[in-house]
């Protein structure tokens, strides 16, 4: 797993890891999947593809995350993987597998993904990614 | 950590943070010594004294006896500004009008103790909270007339009384509510969410009182050790969390954060075109977690006719705790219009003031405090005095001290699931995840928490309920 879970009182603090700046985002969404349902495995049944803007890495990072929240909420849509990543100037596209969430059992309390403590940088061969969910 | 921050003794259970660098104003706690060696333990120290930097703070901001790190302002914080200040969606929370409304029943504690289950499982049944389980399809139109009209909008199709419209805070209904200012994205996410529980820290309780601190109040609220009462804890969904987001990101694309001292203070100036947008944004939202509180009473009215036929189910009073409202205070002897910010803290209005009920304006608001799940929970009268020290706040629950990822390392499903049953509290929960993170050891001690409200004067004593029944979304 690329991704842990760090103190934090009342909120959910998360690192990701990764060897590039994609895949970082990658284990973000990951990370953001498991605080959703837990451990729950989700079945890739369903895929697309979504694409965020965003000024800068923060931007981006924010808004694709947030993305999750929004299809869990408007469309029923929980993510099991994202598959592939690109990063561009001031837009990013995932391709992205998921389910119906309505199949599963799980309580969702992430409320919003946060700017508090966001980091995005690179630490020795690769890269890391920190950012709180607000529950 | 927010040990190097120098606090003032004011009183027993009031601390202040002297003015120093950009504050514009002090920080006031209200804690005992036990209180704020839990708040030293995060930032919230910390960030109450950097809510006291932002422009047109009025008095003092202020924390208050459950306060703990949040986006910005702690939870369970205060602040007031007057016309030269700012509005903050990180004074107001991602959750706008989480809130609690109150119940009593006139069914007998024994009558519901023989249905107990089958009445928990009923409840659970139909009232829709999980994920991707919503009730009933609304249309996009039906919501934007729920984010206009709140609780009237359930009342008018009979989900309710006037009597209900009465004892909501602001009769379930913010005026300034223009649907224009909520986002496509926040309506998509409300619109599978009507008339749903949530999850996280949201749940609905069953409780009986367990010690009369107020008999003349008690009585007055409704509460009485021979019957059950019910409480709903919930908020506006995904839409108000889409609504904060939004407007968080358009004030800083709009005013940027370069000079506050926490990116998350991001703000708008009062009556700049993106703090009416804001607050007519977030009177949308407050109005949709009043109507869902309404739904959802409803729904539970119709479990408890079916199963006590008869039974008189009353709303005591329904109470926000995030939220911004402008409001009449008087500060130092002055008349003032000031937008008062409280997040994760309740409304503790006194008597007199227009804003009670008609049926509470000799006695103060009731005043309604959820312990966490499974523990305490309390109801207070608001008092003139909070009017003068805390515009009129006071706290709105226990407060973390674990963290959700601690919980999950030494709590399992099972122990909470037996320490309630011992304690004499049936559960209905979606997860097992949900339950261990809201076990009761994570947060405060309720009990302190009140009783520094008591005795800073900002909220009195009415009675101390316990849960017999409880279901988690």
């Not at chain 1, 973000?28 to 800068?56: F, K, Q």
């Not at chain 1, 940088?121 to 607000?134: H, N, P």
């Not at chain 2, 399809?137 to 199709?157: K, L």
């Amino acid at each position: 797993m690329s991704y842990e879970f760090l103190p934090h009182t009342a909120d959910v603090k998360i690192r990701a890891k990764g060897p590039d700046l994609e895949s970082v985002f990658m284990e973000s969404a990951h990370a953001l999947r498991e605080a959703i349902c837990g451990e729950t495995r989700v079945s890739a049944v369903a895929g697309r593809t979504i694409e965020v803007e965003g000024c800068d890495t923060h931007a981006l990072l924010y808004n694709f995350l947030e993305e999750f929240l929004y299809l869990l909420d408007a469309e029923s849509f929980l993510l099991s993987r994202v598959t592939s990543l690109r990063i561009g100037k001031d837009l990013l596209a995932a391709e992205i597998e998921g389910d119906s969430a309505a199949k599963y059992e799980f309580s969702n309390s992430v409320k919003a993904v946060t700017y508090n403590d966001m980091k995005i940088e690179q630490s020795g061969d690769g890269w890391i990614a920190e950012f709180v969910l607000d529950v | 950590m927010s040990d190097e921050i120098h606090l003032e003794k004011v009183s027993e259970v009031e601390w202040e943070i002297p003015m120093s660098g950009r504050m514009v104003v002090p920080a006031r706690i209200f804690a005992s010594e036990r209180l704020l060696k839990d708040m030293k333990e995060d930032r919230c120290l910390e960030q109450s004294r950097n809510m006291a930097t932002l422009r047109g703070a009025v008095k003092y901001v202020i924390a208050l006896s459950d306060a703990h790190q949040g986006y910005g302002f702690p939870i369970g914080g205060v602040a007031a500004f007057g016309q030269d200040g700012v509005v903050s969606p990180g004074g107001v929370g991602y959750d706008i009008n989480c809130g609690v409304r109150m119940l009593s029943t006139g069914i007998a504690v024994k009558d519901f103790m023989a249905k107990r289950s089958e009445v928990l499982r009923e409840i659970f049944r139909t009232i829709p909270s999980g994920v991707g389980k919503g009730g009933r399809e609304y249309s996009r139109d039906e919501i934007r007339h729920v984010m206009e009209r709140g609780s009237e909008w359930a009342v008018e199709r009979g989900l309710g009384t006037r009597e209900d419209l009465d004892r909501t805070e602001e009769g379930g209904r913010m005026r300034e509510a223009d649907p224009r200012d909520v986002s496509e994205r926040a309506l998509d996410r409300g619109l599978p969410q009507l008339g749903t529980l949530g999850s996280g820290n949201h749940f609905l309780e069953v409780q009986s009182v367990d010690r009369i601190l107020n008999p003349a109040v008690c009585a007055r609220f409704g509460l009485d050790q021979r019957y059950v009462n019910l409480m709903i804890h919930c908020g506006s969904r995904g839409l108000g969390h889409q609504v904060a987001s939004d407007y968080i990101k358009l004030m800083e694309r709009e005013f940027g954060t370069a000079d506050l001292p926490d990116r998350e203070l991001v703000n708008a100036p009062i009556g700049s075109d993106e703090a009416n947008r804001y607050i007519s944004a977030m009177n949308c939202a407050v109005n949709f977690a009043f109507c869902n509180r309404q739904m959802i009473m409803h729904q539970v009215r119709q479990v408890l006719g079916k199963f006590f036929p008869g039974a008189r189910v009353s709303l005591v009073y329904d109470v926000c705790h995030n939220v911004a409202k402008f409001e009449n205070h008087e500060v130092d002897g002055r008349k003032m219009r000031l937008c008062v910010h409280r997040k994760g803290a309740t409304r503790s209005f006194g008597p007199g003031r227009p804003e009670v009920p008609a049926c509470y304006r000799d006695i103060g608001q009731p005043v309604i405090i959820p312990g966490s799940m499974g523990t305490a929970s309390y109801v207070l009268a608001g008092t003139v005095k909070a009017g003068e020290m805390t515009f009129g706040s006071t706290a709105h629950g226990a407060g973390r001290v674990e963290s959700r990822t601690q919980a999950r390392r030494q709590i399992t499903a099972e122990d909470v699931m037996r320490d309630l049953k011992r304690a004499g509290v049936e559960v209905s929960a979606f997860s097992k995840k949900g339950l261990v993170e809201e076990a009761p050891g994570v947060y405060k001690d309720i009990d302190e928490v009140v009783r520094v409200s008591h005795e800073a004067g900002i909220g009195s004593l009415v009675a101390r309920l316990k849960p017999l029944a409880v279901m988690k979304g």
